[in-house]
């Protein structure tokens, strides 16, 4: 319900004017940011039930804040229904509307790029609902994860900061999925503005300079100008045990994407252009132990971001990587192009399972196209004769509604 409150516009506009000022003091701000990984799920299972998450914003070990889903019934609401509720502890703040609205005091909902600390139209208070289940904040069930501004006093100074949270419609579960804060006391901090990363990622945007990634871990970098690209270095080993992999880019603040190559720098995968909300490649039981390249860059030339970072991160699974198309929640498996049998001498066939094969080109080492192959009637599997190609190593390139896809093959000698 927007009755009785401020104008969103106008506190977006003042904010605008802060995110300036914070600009100015970007060089003193230090960002200490924290990961939630897995993302915390508050879920209520019956009435009465709650889910609680602490947050340690400064990581000193004393909890600072404090989100809550439960399920309540009042005299007042004849039926139970979930409420979202976050506090401050040991006086520290939550960033709300002004007033009170139904008796209430509503959280206020932070975009990415908003800025927290110094905006006099909205109030600090000890806590906040974010959801109530008869009289919904339509802000935070948009399907989208929002900041939640926070103000933490320490030794007489305050440190702005924010938690980053995702309220599913009907108000369960609840996901807390990071938070941050300005180490400089007193100074405002930009929603999902994260690590610093710039000056320890802006020297590899080119493969010679690639940084290392590892399977398992998080990184952060930044496309802090117009046609800046990031290259990382990935060393995989394949794991019996683990025989699935997905490369996920993820926390956007523009719209990037993803491309892998090989050890000779052979584009091999590019990722589906989804927007802001993320990309991923993934492997099921297909990718061999070797080097790779992974290439962060921007769709478009405008599209960077000088002070909020995006998240690249490696996972292995023993279990099929399943499409998600970064909404979180997983639909259909999507196993990749698979070429059988390989090696061969004479026929190969192309299986798509997830999709139609639109288009299908071979290509060689050096990148000279050796067949074109003609296709009606959007197969999913197609049957290729490779008996005239030398032996050696072969990529087909497999175009489909969803982009597409390159796999290896080997032509084997007679």
Known sequence: MKNGLIDRKILLKYSGMIAGLLAMHK????????????????????????????????????????????????????????????????????????????????????NSGDSIGGNPYLFWRSGGLLFYFSFQMDYWIDGFAHYMGVRLRHNGNYYYGWIRLKILSGGNPTKVKDYAYNLAPNEPITSGQMLPCGDGFENNNVFEKAKPLQTGHTYHGLIDIAGDKDFFKWHYISDPEKPNVQIRLFDLPKNYNLRLFDSDKVLIAQSVNTGVEGEEIFYNNSLSSGDYFIMVYPKDQDQFDSVNCYSIQIKSSQHPILRTSFTENADVASPPVTIYPNPSNNFITVSKTDGFIMELTVNDLSGREVIKACVDNNPSHLSLDVSKLPAGIYFARVTGDDGFVIAKFIRGSR
């Open 27 to 110: 060089a003193q701000a230090q960002i200490v940011y924290t990961d939630i990984d897995p993302d915390s799920v508050l879920d209520n299972t019956g009435y009465s039930d709650y889910a609680q998450q602490f947050v340690d914003l400064n990581n000193d070990g004393v909890f600072d804040f404090s989100i809550i889903s439960r399920i309540v019934s009042t005299s007042y609401d004849t039926n139970a229904g979930n409420v979202v509720g976050a506090s401050g502890l040991d006086g520290n703040k939550v960033l709300n509307y002004d007033g009170y609205l139904e008796c209430k005091c509503w959280v206020f909902e932070n």
